[in-house]
């Protein structure tokens, strides 16, 4: 499975992006849970939120709780990662990646696909 994360850019202090994650081949990642990743520039990798291979359940990083929203459309072959109220500390490369398994759990997902980041850039 081949990923494709896109939407990035340069926003102010509390505005918005949204962010796309768009996979190509041949096989789908709708069985698949679904996640987002940042990672700042000297800093490791950080969990953003996944979302199950239904959809049906969501989970976040305490720092985006509130203000990130993620979604998929199974029908299109794409999750989203709704991003509102955006800080500072916000600014890194964002990057979704899907679960090894099939129909796995969204608390023990073992994040094996990953695609290219989107870099997302806040200013004061």
């Known amino acids: 499975v081949q990923l494709q994360a896109s939407g990035g850019g340069l926003v102010q202090v509390g505005g918005s992006l949204r962010l796309s994650c768009a996979a190509s081949g041949r096989r789908t990642f709708s069985d698949n849970v679904m996640g987002w990743f940042r990672q700042a520039p000297g800093r490791e990798r950080e969990f953003v939120a996944a979302?199950?291979?239904?959809?049906?359940?969501?989970r976040y990083g305490d720092s985006v709780k509130g203000r990130f929203s993620i979604l998929r459309d199974n029908a299109k072959n794409a999750v989203y990662l709704q991003m509102n109220n955006l800080k500072n500390e916000d600014t890194a490369v964002y990057s979704c990646?899907?679960?090894?398994?099939?129909?796995?759990?969204?608390?023990?997902?073992?994040?094996?696909?990953w695609g290219q980041g989107t870099q997302v850039t806040v200013s004061s």
């Open positions: 990646a899907a679960d090894r398994f099939l129909r796995g759990s969204i608390w023990t997902a073992d994040f094996g696909y």
């Open positions: 979302v199950s291979w239904n959809g049906s359940t969501t």
